[in-house]
Every structure is written in structure tokens, then in C-alpha cells.
């Protein structure tokens, strides 16, 4: 089972020629940064303003303390950490090590942690004594059951000093240490896949690749060292990450602001007092932001460009962005497998409001493909395919989703259904991956699925998405069970399986039967439209 598919050499030699991989590390734009204004804030989160310099120092005393520790380049950390400077500190000081980190949601459960760490196998946990699950230390002693070769946990608010996370990244007295080699051809750390099957899958990203995408992303957004970016959304999101995301503002210089959630007053607030001038958002928020102002709220006079993505945003409300928050939009569409399409700063206004954008790279090979895989034409709808410098080969040990989930020519098949204009530019029009987009969070239907099946009342279990005025879309269980179970029943029967709590069910529905496909499988398409129905 392999960690990680590399690229095919010809591609890996063009990547390299064209200037897409520039053989250095992810931390490298970090250095730089630092050496070029050190004083400058690149990480306000609360009151605390972080500088260039401490990121860099704080994550480099982290580094070496983890390898002086017995944590080598090479071994995986399973982190989970809130939104917070030192999310972004961890995380380039794992990149720093060489030690190969995921970055849970801070909404994650116990069920998404120990697929984690099941799969990973780390000898590294960092987490928040403020999640329910790190309050004492009995799931930290689970997981240490899973992976028997964990050999160091730290928290945020750790009472005891030796685990306290906060220890770990003082300046001062670090030790100095011999920097490990990071080779940018290898992997720097795993990337969460929204997923469509049971198990969450694990994305492998590079150096090389996601340093492209970030380096790239931060050119097309124009961000600069006066750039200060709303990170309100889940800071380990592709999106907020990469695209441009924190990292391409640190890559500039610019400062990243942290907010707990996307809730317009606390948002609005930030952006006024530190002069925020762009925010990236999912739909869902967007149409709070709008609500607000309407409802007299103060639109920020210092934002200048919101991005929208992550979930399909109606037309309707795009054209509302400009008029009423007083600032540009951007449409982005992206995924943590790589690709990532943008609307052009200066595309004409409708191109911003109708479209997904287009991709960031001229390599970026793109297709969109009928049901018999062949090309479709301009303005039709088909399934999207992609290959590309910055598009993953592979997910981590998982052959048989591979085999599904690739074609021969190494082509990701993303279950998005897109049209595509002339100029290249994207509308994303539906899915045909089993999963709901509810306000940009993913839900695998089978996960869930398989755990309603677990309940011993029910027979026959089927997640499909309903459409939701506010988040776009929500989950909707269609069951049938062998004797009447009251909904409450079924969603704690889901909690206490440690699920993420924006995977249960919005809405519960019994049937007698399932309708079925030629083959015998459930009818989704079938059972949504009766189900809908009769909401
Ligand atoms: P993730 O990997 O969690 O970022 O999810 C990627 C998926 O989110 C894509 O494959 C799409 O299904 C969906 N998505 C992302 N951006 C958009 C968008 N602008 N419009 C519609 N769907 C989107």
C-alpha cells in the first residue's frame, strides 16, 4: 500500500521547467518573510499581535524541541488545534521538522480522530484541553491503543508545563539543533478529502505542489504586504489554507486576523479595528453578512474583496456582494485534491457573478467528461477531470478508492458536474459523489449511512441532501426500520458513535421501502424526489 503516487517523470521534468516547482519548502516564503519585516504583524489573534519574526522563532523552538524529543523527520502528528496563532505556528513547525502532520477540524469527534490515528499511526498528538474530548485523558488513552507508537502528546492549556503546548514554543531558551533536509518532491503533510465513501480519506499533499498552489494563488488574489486577511472559516480548510488562504498571505507579508466563526457582528468588529481588507468566506456565511447589513449593520469600510467558495453560491446573492458590502467578489472553487479555479480580479462583473472561475494554471489539464467519458462540448454538463501540477495522484493507502477515484491517465475524477465557456471558465451545476454539501462542511453519505445501519431497529439507511434556504443544503436520513425509533433515539445512537455533530441528520424520514435501480441499489435520485416532496 503506497503512502504516496508520485507524479509521472516527463510531468514532474515539465512542473520543474515551467518554474511550478521550485524545489523548496513550504516554510521557505516563512524565512523570507522574516528576514524582510520582522516586526511586521503577520498573526493577529486577540489582543496578541505576532510578528514575522516570533512565527518563525516560536515554530523553529517547536521543531527542534520535537526532534530533540525523539520525534523524527518522516513520522506523522495527528493535530487538532482551534482557530489560533498557534495553529499556524505548529504547523510550520512540523513542516520545519520534516514531521508529516493532518489537521483535524476543531469540530472533529472521536470517530474522525481515530480514523486519523488509525491510519497514520502518529507518534505525535497535539490538541486543546478546551475540546470535550481532551478534558482528562481517556480518549488520549484510546488513541494511544490505536497507535501504540504515540509517544508525546501536547495540549493548548495543558496544566502540566512538560505537556502545555504554549512550553514547547518559548523562544528564549530553544536549543539550537542540526535542521533536518525536507525533500519538496515528498510529502509535507496530509490534506482532509471531503470524501464520498465510509472511511475519511487522507490527501497527501507535497512541497513541490502545494507550495506552487499557494505561491500561484497569492499572484491571481494580488496580495501584498498590506493585505489583512479574515481567516472566519476552520483554519485547516483547504480553502483558508491555500487558496490563497494564510498561507499565501504569509507568503506575502500580509497578517492574517483570526475569528472563531463567520458571525457578521464579531467579523465586523475585526475588520474595523484591524483593518481588514479581504475575507474569505463560504456561501452560507455571505448570506449572513448580507443579512446583517440589512438589517443596519455598519458594512466594514476597509474591505476591499471577499472570496466566496467552498459550496455552490446562487447568482442571485452574488450579485448582491458588491452593492451591499460595498466590496469586489471573488468566486473560488476549489478542493484539497488540488485544483483550485478563481475569477480574475478584474474579469467583468458578470463573469464574477456567473461563474466559478478558472483554473490557476495553464497545466492544469482539465476535462469535462459525459457518462461514457468522452469530451463534452462548451456549455455542456459533464463530470470534471482533472491532472495538473498541483492535483494529488493518490490517496494515502487506499488502493481500491484509488482504482475508482483515478483513471489509467492519472486523471482525479472529482464528481463534480461543471460546464465549461469557451475561455475556460467553470460553473459547477451539481455532483454526482454520494455527499452533502452542508454550508461547505462535507458529509460522506455511506459514513453516516453505515452508522444509522449500526442501530438495531433499522434495515435499510440512505443519506441524500435537501435543499436549505441558509446552508444550501442539509442532510436528510431516509430509514427503514424494523420497528418505529423515535429521531432523538437515532441521533444520540450517532453521537455516542463520536461523530461530528454537523454529520447528523437535520431531518429524519421513515419509509416502507426503498425504491431501487435496475441493478438493486437504493434509488437516491428517486428518493429524493419523493422525499422532497413532502417536507
Ligand atoms: P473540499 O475538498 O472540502 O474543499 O471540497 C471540495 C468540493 O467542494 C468540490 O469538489 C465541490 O464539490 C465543492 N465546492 C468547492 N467550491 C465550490 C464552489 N465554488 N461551488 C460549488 N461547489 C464547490
Known amino acids: 500500500m503506497t503512502d504516496f503516487t508520485p507524479w509521472p517523470n516527463d510531468l514532474i ?15 521557505h516564503g516563512l524565512r523570507v518573510q522574516a528576514e524582510a519585516r520582522p516586526d511586521s504583524c503577520a498573526i493577529q ?13 516560536a515554530s523553529s523552538a517547536l521543531a527542534i524541541r520535537l526532534l530533540d ?23 510550520f513547525a512540523l513542516l520545519k521538522a520534516g514531521i508529516r502532520p493532518v489537521n483535524a477540524l476543531f469540530n472533529h469527534r472521536a470517530l474522525e480522530l481515530r480514523s486519523y490515528v488509525q491510519q497514520l499511526q502518529p507518534k505525535l498528538l497535539i490538541g486543546s484541553r478546551a475540546h470535550p474530548l481532551f478534558k482528562d485523558d481517556t480518549f488520549t488513552g484510546e488513541l494511544r491503543e490505536i497507535s501504540q507508537g504515540i509517544e508525546l502528546c501536547l495540549f493548548l492549556d ?6 502545555d503546548l504554549r512550553q514547547w514554543l518559548l523562544a528564549d531558551d530553544a536549543p539550537a539543533g542540526n535542521w533536518p533536509d525536507i525533500a519538496a518532491h515528498d510529502v509535507a503533510f496530509y490534506q482532509l478529502s471531503g470524501g464520498s465513501t465510509g472511511t475519511p480519506k487522507l490527501i497527501p499533499r507535497t512541497h513541490n505542489d502545494y507550495d506552487y498552489s499557494v505561491r500561484a494563488s497569492a499572484e491571481i488574489c494580488e496580495l501584498t504586504p498590506q493585505t489583512r486577511f479574515l481567516c472566519a472559516l476552520p483554519a485547516p480548510h483547504n480553502y483558508v489554507l491555500s487558496s490563497p488562504g494564510a498561507l499565501g498571505v504569509f507568503f506575502a507579508g500580509g497578517t492574517v486576523v483570526m475569528a472563531d466563526s463567520p458571525e457578521p457582528n464579531l467579523c465586523f468588529d475585526l475588520i474595523e479595528k484591524h ?27 476597509s474591505l476591499e474583496l471577499v472570496q466566496v467558495g467552498g459550496a455552490s453560491f446562487a447568482e442571485t446573492l452574488a450579485r448582491q456582494v458588491p452593492e451591499v458590502l460595498g466590496c469586489k467578489l471573488q468566486q473560488v472553487f476549489g478542493m484539497a485534491e488540488g485544483l483550485v479555479n478563481y475569477t480574475r480580479l478584474d474579469d467583468n462583473s458578470e463573469r464574477i457573478f456567473t461563474t466559478q472561475g478558472r483554473p490557476i494554471c495553464e497545466d492544469d489539464d482539465v476535462r469535462v467528461r459525459d457518462a461514457d467519458g468522452h469530451d463534452c462540448a462548451d456549455g455542456e454538463t459533464g463530470q470534471l477531470w482533472v491532472r495538473g501540477p498541483y492535483t494529488f495522484r493518490g490517496y494515502f493507502r487506499s488502493p481500491t478508492h484509488n482504482q475508482a477515484a483515478f483513471d489509467n491517465d492519472g486523471f482525479y475524477h472529482s464528481g463534480d458536474l461543471v460546464q465549461r465557456d469557451q475561455d475556460g471558465y467553470l460553473r459547477v451545476v451539481g455532483r454526482v459523489k454520494d455527499q452533502i454539501n452542508r454550508g461547505g462542511e462535507k458529509i460522506a453519505a455511506e459514513e453516516v449511512e453505515s452508522l444509522l445501519l449500526r442501530h438495531p431497529e433499522v434495515l435499510e439507511a440512505a443519506l441524500i441532501a435537501q435543499p436549505d434556504a441558509r446552508l444550501g443544503e442539509r442532510g436528510c436520513a431516509v430509514l427503514v426500520a424494523r420497528n418505529p425509533v423515535r429521531p432523538v433515539a437515532l441521533r444520540r445512537h450517532l453521537i455516542d458513535q463520536g461523530i461530528a455533530e454537523y ?32 417536507q
Open 158 to 163: 495543558d496544566p502540566d508545563p512538560h505537556s
Open 503 to 534: 454529520k447528523l441528520p437535520d431531518r429524519i424520514v421513515f419509509v416502507e421501502a426503498m425504491p431501487l435501480t435496475a441493478v438493486g441499489k437504493i434509488n437516491k435520485r428517486a428518493l429524493r424526489e419523493t422525499i422532497l416532496e413532502t
Open 275 to 301: 483593518g481588514v481588507t479581504m475575507a474569505a468566506l463560504v456561501p452560507s456565511a455571505v448570506g449572513l453578512w448580507l443579512e446583517a447589513v440589512r438589517a443596519g449593520l455598519q458594512p466594514p469600510d
Open 45 to 57: 489573534c486577540g489582543t496578541r499581535a505576532i510578528s514575522y519574526r516570533d512565527l518563525d522563532k
Open 13 to 27: 521534468q515539465l512542473y520543474r521547467q515551467k518554474g511550478y516547482w521550485i524545489d523548496k519548502p513550504i516554510t
Open 69 to 91: 524529543s525523539g520525534i523524527a523527520q518522516g513520522d506523522h502528528a495527528v493535530v487538532q488545534l482551534p482557530n489560533c496563532a498557534e495553529f499556524y505556528i505548529t504547523f
